[in-house]
Each structure stands twice: as structure tokens, then as C-alpha cells.
């Protein structure tokens, strides 16, 4: 099958009928058929995002009441930075190569293997494994190697879902990253392995604006990581993360029908969906902050929540507890940890945002965070802690 496209004329053209159609009539009738439970076009999806005429919590009510049955649940991981080195220049970042500002580290695979069991001591069974991208060359191959073994060393410690956050990869670096893994007989790997690659944009001017164009820029090709999915279901994967980083590009409704476009061609691959949404925030040595409210924020959760519900929304918390309370009944996973390299105690965390990718608000210890949501009644796959709920 051919990897995804988008036809960015396409899906402006549909933003701005759907942008003048949210000022009609019609946008309260479609909140009325999609809170009788009717599935909703993308284009019936973005004009009730954009629509002043229904109101954010009208949009949030609906999604909370078409939450799956057998009451509220999430799924949970925790993000764990093997290293904070990165060639790309993504000008939001704090990793970006030229941050003269970051502290730089890398973890080796002795301390990866202590974090993962500390991690698993406290609860977690799922993590995600992030590092940068890289020119190609020695280097490059040597970071795919360290996920790999940092995958490799997650499964043998019991994780029950790993996540892969280390860039677009080539059909050839997939096979370094799997070699370790697993396979059934049709070669798809076994584990719950999911590739994440966060388009941060699919406008291709924002793109070009913060991740650059020199072809030197390991991230500056909006393609390549476009079909990185692709790839990863060519050799064997099953679980797609894409995602958008709020905030790089001020059309919502574009990102919101470009991002649905790209989660019907995953599952029409047979894979599963996550869909991340974090909002940019503040980070080392750049200028750029958040520009998306609360308010669109929970807009956009809420029509992706019952708008895509194959897709599980990923909240982390990268947001402040007082907006996870409000997006937690609408979303399928929660990632509390920290964006440290190597951060995690016993008990508790570094934050140093002088040697992290971006500001994380929450602060609270993974116990804490996830433990409130335990006592209000949430089930919480892929967390066991130590004498129970
Ligand atoms: S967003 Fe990713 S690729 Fe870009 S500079 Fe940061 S770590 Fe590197």
C-alpha cells in the first residue's frame, strides 16, 4: 500500500467551508446527532470544533457520555529520555543541536536498565523510550542501537507496552531497531510495540517554519516522517502514535481533518491509533511559548474523543492537574513522568528544565498523580503499584 499523503489543498478548502458552516444553524444539530451517539464526517467533526455556536462544555459532555461502557479507564506510561542529544534544529525545542543553553547527557545502557527497574518497582508496565534524531552515520546507527537495547531490556523486565520515540526511521534501521523482538509467523512483531513520530504540524509551511529545510536537518523532511508510520507497519509493527504539538500552527481545524485523515489510513493499514496532543510549552534557550487556550484544548480532546474513538487520546502531563481533571474523562491514556534524562527515584523525579526537551507542570510524584485518579474510581491498565490500588 502507499504510504500516506495529504492534499493540503484539499483539507484548507474543506477548513474553510467548515469554518462558515460552524457559523450556521447546523452546528447545533450536529451536536445533537453526535450526542445521540450518530458517527460524525471529518468535515461535521471540524465544524463543531470551530463553531462559537456550541459551547465547549456541550462538546465535553458529549465525549464523557460516549466513553466506552464499564466506567472510566485509562491506560498509562511513563516517558523515559535516553538521551538529551539531538542534530535537529526544531526551533521549539530545547534538544535542538545549537542550545548552547541544555545540558547534555546520555544515559548508558547500565543506568537504562536501573531506570527501568525502578520504574517497574514503582507500578509502571508501560514505557516509552525517547532520544533525538540524527544525521545519518556512525552516530545515528549507534542511538538505534541503545533503543534497541533499551527495548530489548523492557521486555525482559516484563513492560507489557513499549513505545519508540527516536525519529523516522529507514526500512534498514527498523530491522536494527526489531532484531531483538519477537515475531509471529507473518513477521509482525508479538509484543505491543508502538512507533511514535509526531508530525508536530501537517501545515507544510509551519513545518518548513520551526523544523527547518535544509536537507542536512535530519527533521526537516515533512515526507519522510509523514510515511515513517509506513515504514514501521512494512516491518512488522501494529501501533501508531502521530500526534500534534499545539500550538506551531494556529489552524486547529487544519490540524484536527489532516490528523483524522491520517488515522483512518492506520487503520485501514490494521494498525492500532494513539493520538498525542501536547501543547507547546516552555523550553531551554528558545523563545517560543504555549498559544493554545485551555478552552481549545478541550475542544479539541473532546470531538477527537467521540469523533475517533478508535483512536485512544494521550494527555501527559506536560498539562497542570486542574486541566488533566477536566480531559481525563475523555481520553484513553495518561503519562505522568518526567523529560529528564534518566530522571526517576524511589520516589521521585528530576525537572530540570535546563536539561529537558520542554517545561513539564506537573511535578508530583507518578504515585501521586496517577493515585488520585485510582481513589476516584478510574481503572488503570498498565499500572500495578506495590500493595495494590
Ligand atoms: S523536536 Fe525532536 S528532533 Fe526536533 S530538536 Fe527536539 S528532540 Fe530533536
Keep these: 500500500m502507499a504510504g500516506f499523503r495529504l492534499d493540503v489543498e484539499a483539507l484548507e478548502a474543506a477548513r474553510e ?11 447545533g444539530t450536529l451536536a445533537r446527532r453526535a450526542a445521540s451517539g450518530d458517527r460524525l464526517t471529518d468535515d461535521e467533526l471540524a465544524v463543531l470544533l470551530l463553531s462559537p455556536r456550541v459551547a465547549t462544555a456541550e462538546l465535553m459532555a458529549i465525549a464523557c457520555a460516549r466513553r466506552p461502557p464499564g466506567g472510566p479507564r485509562l491506560e498509562t506510561f511513563s516517558p523515559l529520555y535516553l538521551t538529551n542529544e539531538c542534530d535537529a534544529e526544531c526551533l521549539m525545542c530545547g534538544m535542538r543541536h545549537t542550545n548552547d543553553a541544555l545540558v547534555r547527557e546520555t544515559a548508558d545502557q547500565e543506568t537504562v536498565e536501573g531506570q527501568l527497574e525502578i520504574l517497574r518497582r514503582r507500578g509502571l508496565r508501560g514505557v516509552a523510550l525517547l532520544t533525538g534524531e540524527y544525521h545519518h552515520g556512525p552516530f545515528r546507527r549507534a542511538m538505534i542501537a541503545r533503543a534497541a537495547a533499551a527495548l530489548c531490556a523492557a521486555l525482559a523486565r516484563g513492560f507489557t507496552h513499549v513505545l519508540v520515540n527516536i525519529g523516522a526511521l529507514e526500512a534498514v534501521e527498523y530491522a536494527t531497531l526489531l532484531a531483538g523482538v519477537p515475531r509471529d509467523a507473518t513477521g509482525r512483531v508479538l509484543p505491543r510495540l508502538t512507533m511514535c513520530t509526531f508530525q508536530e504540524t501537517y501545515q507544510p509551511r509551519a513545518y518548513a ?8 536537518n535530519p527533521r526537516s523532511d515533512f515526507l519522510r516522517r509523514l510515511t515513517n508510520f509506513d515504514r514501521a507497519c512494512d516491518a512488522g509493527m501494529w501501533v501508531a ?4 504539538l499545539l500550538g506551531l500552527h494556529s489552524d486547529l481545524g487544519f490540524e484536527l481533518l489532516a490528523l483524522l485523515a491520517h488515522v483512518r489510513h492506520l487503520r485501514t493499514r490494521g494498525m492500532e491509533v494513539y493520538v ?9 534557550g528558545t523563545p517560543y511559548a504555549g498559544a493554545v487556550s485551555d478552552d481549545e484544548l478541550c475542544r479539541v480532546v473532546a470531538v477527537l474523543s467521540f469523533g475517533a474513538p478508535e483512536a485512544k487520546v494521550v494527555i501527559s502531563t506536560r498539562e497542570p492537574p486542574a486541566i488533566q481533571r477536566q480531559l ?8 505522568p513522568g518526567s523529560p529528564g534524562v534518566a530522571p526517576y527515584t524511589e520516589t ?4 530540570a528544565l535546563e536539561a529537558s526537551q520542554f517545561e513539564v507542570l506537573d511535578h508530583r510524584p507518578i504515585e501521586a498523580i496517577l493515585g488520585e485518579y485510582l481513589k476516584a474510581g478510574v481503572t488503570i491498565d498498565r499500572y500495578e503499584p506495590a500493595g495494590g490500588a
Design 17 to 27: 467551508r467548515a469554518a462558515a458552516r460552524a457559523l450556521s444553524d447546523e452546528a
Design 209 to 216: 517554519r520551526f523544523m527547518g529545510t535544509n536537507p542536512e
Design 241 to 244: 502514535n502521530p500526534g500534534v
Design 276 to 284: 498525542s496532543l501536547p501543547r507547546l510549552r516552555r523550553a531551554s
Design 328 to 335: 481525563v474523562p475523555m481520553i484513553g491514556v495518561l503519562t
Design 348 to 351: 521521585g523525579a528530576r525537572f
